[in-house]
């Protein structure tokens, strides 16, 4: 199995995702739970949760279908989904699940969209719209419960989704070569430091600063989804 989406919900556990539906759940006392689900033909973007027991992808439209793959028990048996999610816009150009995976964040045409994450059968939740996320973010991850980065041409912002007014705090991020440089972005759990990374390098940025600093020509970081952060 090779994962497309990977995390790590603790220092004994793993849990692993793939491009087909496939999934693993996995610790150091030995439980292994292997499962699947339903995976359209164009998925335009996935999440995992921190947790490792929600996923979710779209493939288009405002209802965002949630899976608890701690629910498998058979990996023969398709998955059916218990959860939604909901967003105001079809073309979902970046989402992300909340650590626990009770919140779902999704990013189009400037704007992010905040939603719960409630049964399939439960009333639609509401959806708190933000603007100032700028022109088609491209990558987005939610850090805490109330935490959420995002990321659009050369610019990182971050949004505290507790306050009752909403707002982003930008930095514009400046690498090798700005024209060829599609940056991805991911936060540590403390909140102080950012890394961004592009074609030709990446940047470690301190959130409470102006200091960066800029890796080498030519290097780059792992996947960021598959990334540890070591403070």
């Known amino acids: 199995m090779r994962p497309s989406w990977l995390v790590l919900p603790d220092d004994t556990s793993i849990t692993a995702v793939n491009e087909y539906g496939e999934f693993l759940r996995a610790s150091h ?23 490792g027991r929600r996923f979710t992808y779209t493939n288009g439209g405002e209802s965002i279908r949630v899976w608890d793959l701690s629910e498998a028990w058979d990996p023969e048996i398709e998955l059916e989904p218990r ?9 979902v150009s970046a989402l ?8 779902l964040v999704t990013a189009a045409d400037g704007r992010l969209f905040v939603s719960a994450v409630v049964p399939v059968a439960a009333d639609s939740p509401d959806v708190e719209v933000l603007a100032g996320a700028g022109p088609s973010p491209h990558d987005l991850q939610v850090v805490g419960q109330d ?10 912002a971050l949004w505290d989704l507790s306050r009752e007014h909403v707002f982003a705090r930008s930095w514009d991020i400046k690498l090798e070569d700005e024209r060829h440089t599609i940056p991805r972005v991911s936060i540590n759990n403390q909140r102080t430091r950012a890394v961004v990374e592009g074609d030709d390098g990446f940047l470690l940025a301190d959130l409470g600063s102006d200091d960066r600093r800029l890796g080498p020509p030519g290097s780059h970081l792992p996947p960021l989804d598959a ?4 403070d």
Do not use: N
Request: glycine share 16%.
């Open 147 to 156: 935490i959420a980065v995002s990321a659009a041409g050369t610019s990182v």
């Open 29 to 51: 006392d030995g439980m292994v739970q292997r499962g699947r689900f339903g995976m359209g033909t164009y998925m335009f973007g996935g999440s995992l949760a921190q947790d």
């Open 96 to 103: 992300s699940l909340s650590p626990d995976g009770s919140r």
């Open 83 to 91: 959860f939604v999610g909901v967003t105001r816009s079809a073309a």
């Open 227 to 230: 990334s540890v952060w070591l």
